[in-house]
C-alpha cells in the first residue's frame, strides 16, 4: 500500500512538473504573439514593409490610389491630403503631399499610422519614404507640408482596383491621456 | 406528495445484493476522525468530495448572481426606451453576466464535479495534490469578490463586455482593472485544477482501467483539463497586456504606438474558442454518463467518442478566427476559418449520433436525470445547426454581433452546460447527500426550465436575423414583441432554479427517503461501488480488478469471459 | 393573443422599415450580395430542417418505441463500423457542398474593386463621420431620436417615434445602381457598420483602414447600427442609408459641396445671440445630454450644468474645460470653434443659468492650445 502511495506520489510530481512547463509555455507562447502576428502579417502582406526597393520604373497598369487621413480623439490638429486622387504605373513611382496643421499653442509631437485598403496591396507598395517612418514635431499652430513616396511593385495586378492609403495621426503620448483622466477621476471621487 | 423511495427510485432489488456485495465503503464510513469539524474542515479541506462540494455550491451562487444580472438585463429590454439603469450600467451587467457565468458559473461548477467524481469513477482515493486542491477552490471567491467590488468603484464594473476589447478596455476605469485582476485569479485556480485532474487521471486509475476503457465522463475531464492548461495562460498573458497597456505605457493594443487592437481578438479568441469546448466538452461527458444509464444499454461507439472529443479539441486551436468574421480579414483567412469551423461539425456531428444510437433499442426510463440529458441533446442540436449557418462566413456577416448570436451561445452553454450540469446534479445527488431527491419537483424543474428556455432564447434568433445587435441597451420599435417574449420567458426561467434549489435543500435534508447504493439500476461506473452516501474516504485501498472488470463488461469496454458468464 | 400581437407589429412595422419585413427572416435584400446572402441562408436551413427531422424523428421514434414502461428490452450492442463511418463521411460531404457557394461568395464580398464611388465611414464615440472622398466633402450623422424619447426613468415620456433609435439627422446619400465602396475606420473605439439589407457589416478600428462595398438595387431608405460594443452610448448610432436615383445623387453632391464651401467661411460669420443659441442647443443635444441630460441635470457621475460653478463662472473656465476636458468628461477640442462657442452660449444661457454672456468663436479660437 505504502509502496503504492509512494510510487504514486512521484509519479504525480512529474506529471505536474510537466503539466507546469507547459503551463510557462503557454503563458510564453501568449506574449510571442506579438511579434509572431508582425512576421505573420508581413508573410500575408498585411503590414506594411519598410525596405526600400530599386526597380527601374516601367510603364504598366494605370492605378489609382486614395490617400485618406484621420485625427485620433483628442489630438489638436488637422491633416489634409493635398493629393487626394493619383495615377500611377506599376513598376513606378508616386509622390502624395500631406498638409499637417498643428491647432495648438504648445509644441506637439505626433505619429502617423499607415493603412492600406484592400489589405492585400501592401504586397504590391511599398513606401520609398513616408513621413509616417519617425515620429513628427510640430511648432505651436505650425502648418507643414510632408510627402510619401510609393513605388508600384512591377507585378501589380491589374484587377486590384483602386488601393485606399489611410494614415490616422496620434498623439506621441498614446492612450495616455485617457489613463490620466481616468486617474484623476479615481483620485477625484477617493477626496 | 409522500410517495415511497422504491416507486420513486428504478434501482432493481437486485443491485442492493450487488452493492453490498462490493461496498467498499461500508468501513470507510466510520473513518471521519480524519475529517475536522466546523468551519475548519471547509477552510482547510483537503479532501475532494468536500472541495467539490464548496466549488459547487460556489458555482451555484455565482450562477444565482449571474442570473440576476441577466435579469436586471432582460427587464431593461422588455420595452423600448431606458426604464431602470443608466447605459453604462447596463453594459456593465452584460459583461459581469458573462464573466460570471462563464468563469464563475460554469467552469466552477465542472470542476466540482470532477473533484467530486473522478477519484470515485477511477478508484482512486483522493485528487492527486490535495493542498492545491484547497487552493485552487479558494482562489475564486476572492476572485468573485473583486468582481462584485468593481460595481462600486468610480466609474462602474468592466463595461467592455466579457471579451474585453481594446481599446474600449483601455478607456475604461478602475473596475475593469477589477476585472482583470479576478480572471488573473480564476486563470490560476483553473490551472491548478487542471494540472491536479491530470494527474489524478493519468496516474491514479484503478488497477485493469487502461485510458481507453476510463468513463467517458473521466475522458473530457482529461481533454478538457488539457485544453485549460493551454489556453488560460494565453488569457492571462492578454489580460496582463492589456493591464500594461492601461497603466504602464505600452502599446500592444494601440496602434499609435505600432501595436494593433485586432491582435487582442487574435490573443483572446485562441483562449476564448477553446474556451467554449472547455465549457462544452464536460457536459458530453455527463451525457455520456446518464444517457447509457437511464438506456440500460452500454455507449454506443466509445472509441469514436474519444476520437471525436479529441478531435473537436484539436480542431478548436484552429477555429478562432471564425469570432473575427467581420474585422476585415483578407480572403484567404476568412475562407480558411470557414472551412476549419465547418469542419468542426463532423466530429459534433459523430457524438450526437453516437448519443441517439445510444437510445435506439434501449429499456430507456425518464428520471430527471434522462430528461435533462434528452433535453440537453434536443437544444444541443439546435444550438449545433445555428453554429453551422455562423460558420458560413458570408452569412456570418449578417448576423455577427447581432442577438442570433446570442441565441445561439446561449443554446450551446445553458442548454448545453447547464443542462447537463442539472443532470448530473439529480443524477449523482443521491450518492452525495445518500438520499433520493423528489422525482416529482425534479421533473416540474426540468420541464419549467425547458419550456421558459425557449421562449426566452429562441425569439432571439430571429431578433438576430431582422438585424437587432447584441448588447444594446435599448432598441428600435420593431424588435418589441420578441424582446418582451424573451423577457418573460427570462424571468420564468430564473424561478424555475429557485425550485432546483429548494429541490437540493429538500434532499439534503432527507429528500423523500435514504437512497440504495446503486439508485439507477442502468449505472455501471466505480462510484456507484461505494456506499450512499459517499463517505469521507472513498477507495482508500484501490478497487480490485474483478471489480473493475465487472463494470468494464457491463460497459460494453471488455468481453466476458465464459466463466464470468455463469456467476 | 400574442398570434394578434404579432400581426399587429408586423403591420405596425410597415413603415418604420422601407419594405414590408417578416420578423422571423432577413431583412429584405437590397443589393447582390444580401440577396446571395439570404440564398445561400435558405439552403443551409433546407439542409438543416432535413437534418433535424431526421434526427429528431430517429430520436422521439426512439423514446416512445424504446422505453420500458412498454416493455422494450435493451439489446446490448455497442458499435457498428460501417454505420459510424458512414455518419462521419455524409455530414462532411453536405458540408463540402455548401462550402463552394459560400467560397464564391466570401470572393465576391471581399472584391472591392471597380468602386464607382468611395466614402470613408468613420466610427465616433458615438456618431458616424461620413466622407465623401470622390467630392471632397464630409458631415456628422448623428442619432435624430430625442433624449426625453429615450429616457423614460420616470412617467410622462413622449411618445415613440416609429423610427425611434434608427433614424439621424444627415443620412448616407448614395446613388442607386452605383457600385459603393465603404472605407471604414474609427476615431476612438472599435465600432462596426452594418446595415443589414444591403448585407454589409465591417469594423471600424481605430489607426487601420477597412473597406466593403455594396450596390444598392432600389431608391429607398436603409437602416442599420453600430455592431461593436463600443461604450455607454453603442445602442445610439445607428446607421441611415439614403438610396437616391443618379440625377437627384448629383444635385445632393452640388449642393453638400456648396455647404461645404460656405462652412469653412464659418469663422469670419457674424453670429447674432439667437442664432448661436439655437445652433448651441443642437451641439448640446447631440453631443452633451448623453452625460449632462437634456434638461441640463446630469445623473449619477456626470455633475448638472444647471447653476454650476463652471457654467455660472468666469466663460475662461468654461471655454478652457470644454476644449481640454476633466476626469471623466473627454476633451470636445474636435468641434470647430462655431460649435464650441455656440454650445458653451447655450449652456450659459439655459436650465435656469443666466450670465448673459455670449462667447464668439473668435474667442474659443484664441482660447485653443
Known amino acids: 500500500m505504502t509502496s503504492l502511495a509512494l510510487q504514486r506520489q512521484q509519479g504525480n510530481r512529474r506529471t505536474a512538473r510537466r503539466l507546469l512547463l507547459a503551463v510557462l509555455a503557454m503563458l510564453g507562447f501568449s506574449f510571442a504573439m506579438v511579434p509572431f502576428y508582425n512576421v505573420f502579417c508581413r508573410v500575408m502582406g498585411i503590414q506594411q514593409d519598410r525596405t526600400a526597393v530599386a526597380d527601374a520604373p516601367v510603364a504598366g497598369w494605370q492605378q489609382q490610389v486614395l490617400f485618406d487621413s484621420n485625427v485620433a480623439a483628442g489630438v489638436p490638429m488637422q491633416i489634409r491630403a493635398l493629393d487626394a486622387r493619383r495615377e500611377g504605373h506599376a513598376g513606378g513611382l508616386m509622390k502624395a503631399r500631406f498638409e499637417l496643421r498643428n491647432l495648438a499653442d504648445t509644441p506637439l509631437g505626433v505619429r502617423a499610422v499607415p493603412s492600406y485598403a484592400p489589405l492585400s496591396a501592401v504586397r504590391y507598395v511599398e513606401k520609398v519614404q513616408c513621413f509616417c517612418f519617425d515620429a513628427i514635431h510640430l511648432a505651436p499652430r505650425e502648418v507643414r507640408e510632408v510627402t510619401v513616396v510609393l513605388v508600384f511593385k512591377s507585378d501589380l495586378p491589374a484587377t486590384l482596383g483602386p488601393i485606399t492609403l489611410s494614415y490616422t495621426v496620434f498623439g506621441l503620448d498614446g492612450g495616455k491621456q485617457q489613463t490620466t483622466a481616468t486617474a484623476q477621476s479615481i483620485a477625484k471621487a477617493a477626496t | 406528495m409522500t410517495t415511497t423511495t422504491d416507486a420513486l427510485n428504478p434501482a432493481h432489488p437486485i443491485d442492493h445484493g450487488h452493492g453490498a456485495d462490493h461496498g467498499h465503503g461500508g468501513h ?213 497586456m492589456l493591464l500594461t497597456d492601461r497603466h504602464f505605457g505600452t502599446h500592444f493594443f494601440n496602434a499609435a504606438g505600432g501595436g494593433d487592437p485586432i491582435l487582442f481578438q487574435h490573443v483572446f479568441w485562441f483562449f476564448g474558442h477553446p474556451e467554449v469546448y472547455i465549457m462544452a466538452l464536460p457536459a458530453f461527458g455527463v451525457v455520456s454518463q446518464i444517457l447509457p444509464t437511464f438506456s440500460r444499454k452500454p455507449l454506443f461507439g466509445y472509441v469514436s467518442m474519444v476520437y471525436a472529443v479529441c478531435a473537436i479539441a484539436i480542431l478548436s486551436f484552429m477555429v478562432w478566427g471564425h469570432h473575427m468574421f467581420a474585422v476585415g480579414f483578407p480572403a484567404t483567412a476568412q475562407l480558411f476559418y470557414m472551412f476549419m469551423t465547418m469542419l468542426i461539425a463532423v466530429p459534433t456531428g459523430v457524438k450526437v449520433f453516437n448519443w441517439i444510437s445510444t437510445m435506439w433499442q434501449g429499456s430507456m426510463t425518464f428520471e430527471t436525470p434522462m430528461l435533462f440529458a434528452i433535453g440537453f441533446l434536443c437544444l444541443f442540436t439546435i444550438g449545433g445547426m445555428s453554429g453551422l449557418v455562423l460558420s458560413l462566413a458570408p452569412v456570418d456577416i449578417q448576423l455577427h454581433g447581432t442577438y442570433y448570436v446570442v441565441a445561439h451561445f446561449h443554446y450551446v452553454l445553458v442548454a448545453g452546460a447547464l443542462f447537463s450540469l442539472f443532470g448530473a446534479t439529480y443524477y449523482w445527488l443521491p450518492k452525495w447527500t445518500g438520499n433520493m431527491y423528489s422525482e416529482r419537483m425534479g421533473k416540474l424543474h426540468f420541464w419549467w426550465s425547458m419550456i421558459a428556455f425557449n421562449i426566452t432564447f429562441f425569439p432571439m434568433h430571429f431578433l438576430g436575423l431582422a438585424g437587432m445587435p447584441r448588447r444594446i441597451p435599448d432598441y428600435a420599435l420593431q424588435f418589441t414583441t420578441f424582446n418582451e417574449v424573451a423577457s418573460v420567458g427570462a424571468f420564468l426561467f430564473g424561478f424555475a432554479q429557485i425550485l432546483f434549489l429548494y429541490n437540493v435543500i429538500h434532499t439534503i435534508r432527507g429528500g423523500v427517503g435514504p437512497s440504495p447504493q446503486r439508485p439507477w439500476d442502468g449505472a455501471t461506473t466505480l462510484e456507484w461501488d461505494v456506499a450512499c452516501p459517499a463517505p469521507h474516504h472513498t477507495w482508500t485501498e484501490p478497487p480490485s480488478l474483478a471489480l473493475v472488470r465487472e463494470g468494464l463488461i457491463a460497459q460494453g469496454l471488455e468481453e466476458s469471459t465464459h466463466v464470468e458468464e455463469l456467476k | 393573443m400574442q398570434l394578434r400581437r404579432l400581426c399587429a407589429m408586423a403591420a405596425a412595422c410597415t413603415p418604420s422599415f422601407a419594405l414590408a419585413e417578416s420578423p422571423y427572416t432577413f431583412q429584405t435584400p437590397q443589393s447582390p450580395i444580401a440577396s446571395h446572402i439570404n440564398d445561400l441562408h435558405t439552403w443551409i436551413m433546407l439542409i438543416i430542417v432535413v437534418v433535424f427531422v431526421v434526427v429528431f424523428g430517429l430520436m422521439f421514434y426512439s423514446i416512445f418505441k424504446h422505453r420500458r414502461s412498454v416493455g422494450h428490452q435493451a439489446r446490448h450492442f455497442h458499435e457498428n463500423t460501417a454505420v459510424e463511418v458512414a455518419w462521419t463521411i455524409i455530414p462532411a460531404l453536405i458540408l463540402a457542398v455548401m462550402a463552394f ?225 476633466k476626469n471623466a468628461m473627454p476633451s470636445w477640442a474636435g468641434l470647430s470653434d462655431v460649435e464650441v462657442a455656440s454650445v458653451i452660449t447655450y449652456e450659459r444661457n439655459s436650465f435656469g443659468n443666466h450670465t448673459g454672456d455670449f462667447v464668439l468663436p473668435a474667442e474659443v479660437k484664441a482660447a485653443r492650445k
Request: hydrophobic share 45%; proline share 7%; glycine share 10%.
Open chain 2, 28 to 240: 470507510d464510513a466510520h473513518d471521519h476522525h480524519h475529517a475536522p469539524a466546523g468551519w475548519r474542515r471547509w477552510v482547510y479541506a483537503t479532501n475532494h468530495k468536500d472541495i467539490g462540494t464548496m466549488y459547487l455550491w460556489f458555482a451555484f451562487s455565482m450562477f444565482l448572481l449571474g442570473g440576476t444580472f441577466a435579469l436586471g438585463i432582460r427587464a431593461e429590454l422588455f420595452s423600448p426606451g431606458m426604464q431602470f439603469w443608466q447605459p453604462e450600467f447596463f453594459n456593465q451587467l452584460t459583461t459581469l453576466h458573462g464573466v460570471i457565468m462563464v468563469f464563475g458559473a460554469i467552469m466552477p461548477a465542472f470542476t466540482g464535479l470532477m473533484n467530486w467524481m473522478i477519484p470515485l469513477m477511477i478508484g482512486a482515493p483522493d485528487m492527486a495534490f490535495a493542498r492545491m486542491n484547497n487552493w485552487s477552490f479558494w482562489l475564486l471567491p476572492p476572485a468573485a469578490m473583486l468582481l462584485i467590488i468593481s460595481l462600486f468603484v468610480p466609474g462602474g464594473g468592466p463595461g467592455a463586455g466579457w471579451t474585453f476589447y481594446p481599446p474600449l478596455s483601455v478607456q475604461l476605469g478602475a473596475g475593469m482593472d477589477f476585472g482583470i485582476f479576478a480572471i488573473h485569479l480564476m486563470g490560476l485556480s483553473s490551472i491548478m485544477g487542471s494540472i491536479n485532474i491530470v494527474t489524478t487521471i493519468l496516474n491514479m486509475r484503478a488497477p485493469g482501467m487502461t485510458l481507453l476503457k476510463m468513463p467517458m465522463f473521466a475522458w473530457t475531464s482529461l481533454v478538457t483539463a488539457y485544453l485549460l492548461i493551454a489556453v488560460a495562460p494565453v488569457l492571462a498573458g492578454a489580460v496582463t
Open chain 3, 101 to 325: 457557394p459560400a467560397a464564391r461568395l466570401v470572393l465576391a464580398q471581399k472584391n472591392t474593386t471597380n468602386a464607382d464611388i468611395t466614402i470613408k465611414a468613420t466610427g465616433y464615440q458615438w456618431l458616424w463621420g461620413y466622407d465623401y472622398m470622390d467630392y471632397g466633402f464630409g458631415y456628422k450623422s448623428r442619432l435624430a431620436t430625442p433624449r426625453a424619447q429615450i429616457e423614460n426613468y420616470k412617467d410622462g415620456a413622449p411618445p415613440k417615434s416609429p423610427l425611434y433609435l434608427l433614424e439621424v439627422d444627415e443620412p448616407l446619400v448614395v446613388p442607386v445602381g452605383k457600385r459603393v465602396r465603404i472605407l471604414t475606420t474609427a476615431n476612438d473605439v472599435i465600432h462596426s457598420w452594418y446595415v443589414p439589407a444591403l448585407g454589409v457589416k465591417q469594423d471600424a478600428i481605430p489607426g487601420f483602414i477597412r473597406d466593403t462595398w455594396f450596390t444598392a438595387e432600389h431608391i429607398g431608405t436603409y437602416r442599420g447600427q453600430c455592431t461593436e460594443l463600443c461604450g455607454r452610448d453603442h445602442g445610439y448610432m445607428p446607421i441611415v442609408v439614403k438610396v437616391v436615383s443618379d440625377a437627384d445623387f448629383k444635385t445632393w453632391v452640388t449642393a453638400q459641396q456648396a455647404k461645404a464651401k460656405a462652412a469653412q467661411d464659418d469663422p469670419n460669420k457674424k453670429w447674432t445671440k439667437d442664432e448661436l443659441l439655437a445652433r448651441g442647443k443642437q451641439v448640446f443635444e447631440s453631443n452633451c445630454a448623453a452625460c449632462h441630460k437634456v434638461d441640463g441635470k446630469g445623473g449619477g457621475p456626470f455633475p448638472a450644468l444647471a447653476g454650476s460653478k463652471i457654467a455660472t463662472g468666469p466663460k475662461e473656465g468654461h471655454i478652457h474645460i470644454v476644449l481640454t476636458g
